[in-house]
């Protein structure tokens, strides 16, 4: 996940309440791989090995980014010899092509033996965010295994996806496997500064060569376990989109004087009055609209009395849900555009009225709003022609993915994650609060998926971007194992039409 922006993970947990389409029996008709026998996800002893030691190396290297015109361009460049010396097969492999983009990313191309099939893209990113030593159980770029978890910066985000994709594509052409449908697996070196130099090269390169894919899997959705109030068991959240966001600048200029012969207002009253107004004055709430009131009642079995009462009789309960949810900042920021002022500075001197006052906000924009209609209402609740508003950066939120029945890559997502975690009821679309490379990818699918076979509690949602960052090695092993799966699955030619909803 970009810097910044991860903290709004465990938001995307809660989306559910909020969002989410509940899918439980959707399926795909054809479990197996059509025509070829299926390798079972069995590793060996050695194997498994082998494959954590493979990410203690990966951790190693301190891939940093740290800013978008900074980065450690030596352990880049050391981490592209180290994916090729330890998964020789993957570079080896006849009907695998590799290609360097953009100095340092990677784009792999495995040529299916089907080429009906419409190809699809895995997704993941080597660099990391800098980690001071100070505050960490061991040095963040040890790769240190201790009490069975594997230690350091990019353990979660997002080396652990990187080291998984290509060790079980290593481990399948181990097995002789040849895939029907085409893939791509791409792997950007700048993704938590913005992906320019990666992510949207390669994309571009796919572009030019008239590349449509069926659907993207990035990282941004996990499993939650411990992080949604009220909700016991593990929910795995597919996100489908990610909110948008705008930084703004609120400016206020005046002719600058001695203080002694005050002005009525000066530029630091006028524009603190303005940010007042953005602070006390929430965006809307979405909450209420389109499939949610479906989803409340499906989910409504899951929460404990009393909500349980209160989600499945909305008719009644609307305006306190309504409330229960904006209460906590954490769901709130799901249902709702979010202003958050980040920088303020003003003055010069103390006896000189401050010629300019300038303020910065950042907003994150809810999936159903855009910039344009943010700005608006931002302009009508500043309300004061005094102050100028200048867009620093603004995207709008991604589209939607799909997730109904015959949406590819959502029903193989949602296939797997049954497979390889059988303990797993609860299989919701999100929305990811972060954002990720995906931004560069829009052109090619409509099908962009966040999903990182992970279990995150809230201690290790603190541990992105933060301290601490580890993963246990069964849980890298159930990723490995979760994508040895899916590119399995994915050789199913199509989704059908799935049995009668259990509700
Ligand atoms: C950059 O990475 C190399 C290893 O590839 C390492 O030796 C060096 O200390 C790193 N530099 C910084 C500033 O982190
Ligand atoms: C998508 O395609 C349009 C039209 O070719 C182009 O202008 C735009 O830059 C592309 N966007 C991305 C993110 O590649
Ligand atoms: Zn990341």
Not at 217 to 239: H, N, R, T, W
Not at 319 to 334: D, F, G, K, M, S
Not at 407 to 412: H, R
Not at 413 to 441: A, M
């Amino acid at each position: 996940m970009t810097r910044q922006r991860v903290c709004v993970l465990a938001l995307a947990a809660m989306l559910l309440l909020v969002f989410a389409t509940f899918s439980k029996s959707k399926g795909l008709r054809d479990k197996e791989p059509q025509g070829e026998s299926r390798i079972p996800s069995q590793f060996g002893e050695e194997e498994r090995v082998a494959m954590k030691e493979a990410l203690k190396g990966a951790i190693q290297i301190p891939t940093v980014s740290f800013n978008l015109m900074e980065s450690n361009t030596t352990a880049l460049a050391e981490f592209g010899e180290y994916i090729r010396k330890v998964f020789p097969a993957v570079f080896s492999t006849r009907f695998i092509q590799h290609e360097v983009v953009g100095e340092y990313s990677h784009l792999f191309t495995i040529q299916g033996s089907d080429p009906s099939l419409q190809p699809y893209m895995l997704m993941a990113h080597f660099d990391v965010v800098p980690a001071p030593e100070e505050g960490w159980e061991v040095p963040p770029f040890s790769g240190l295994e201790r009490d069975g978890f594997i230690h350091g910066r990019g353990t979660l985000d997002n080396k652990n996806s990187v080291m998984a994709i290509l060790q079980a594509l290593e481990l399948l052409l181990m097995r002789k496997y040849i895939p029907r449908r085409s893939f791509f697996i791409a792997l950007g070196h700048d993704e938590e500064v913005s992906g320019l130099k990666g992510a949207k090269k390669i994309s571009a390169l796919l572009q030019s060569r008239g590349v449509q894919l069926a659907f993207i899997v990035d990282e941004g959705g996990y499993i939650f376990s411990g992080l949604i109030p009220g909700i016991q068991k593990p929910v795995a959240m597919i996100a489908v989109s990610e909110k948008g966001a705008i930084n703004l600048r609120l400016q206020v200029s005046m002719t600058p004087g001695h203080s002694s012969a005050p002005p009525k207002e000066t530029s630091i009253g006028i524009l603190a009055a303005a940010v007042s107004r953005l602070e006390q004055t929430p965006m809307p709430n979405m909450f209420g609209s389109g499939t949610l009131e479906m989803t409340m009642k499906q989910l409504a079995h899951e929460f404990p009395f009393p909500f349980s009462i209160f989600f499945r009789n909305l008719w009644l309960f609307r305006p306190l849900v309504r409330r229960l949810i904006e209460r906590n900042y954490i769901t709130n920021a799901l249902v709702r555009t979010t202003t958050a002022l980040t920088m303020f500075n003003a003055g010069i001197k103390e006896n000189v009225i401050p010629p300019v006052a300038q303020a910065t906000v950042n907003i994150r924009i809810h999936p159903a709003q855009t910039v344009q209609e943010v700005l608006e209402l931002v302009k009508n609740i500043v309300a004061d022609d005094r102050v100028q508003l200048h867009v620093l950066k603004a995207f709008d939120p991604l589209p939607i993915s799909p997730s109904d029945d015959q949406a590819l890559g959502y029903q193989l997502l949602h296939q797997t994650i049954q497979s390889v975690f059988p303990e797993i009821s609860i299989i919701t679309p999100g929305i990811c609060i972060g954002n990720t490379d995906t931004v560069h990818y829009t052109n090619l699918t409509t099908g962009i998926y966040r999903f990182n076979p992970i279990y995150l509690d809230p201690q290790g949602f603190k541990s992105f971007h933060g301290l601490n960052e580890k993963i246990s090695v069964k849980a890298y092993e159930f990723q490995v194992k979760f994508i040895f799966e899916l590119i399995q699955n994915a050789d199913i030619d199509r989704v059908s039409v799935p049995h009668l909803h259990e509700l």
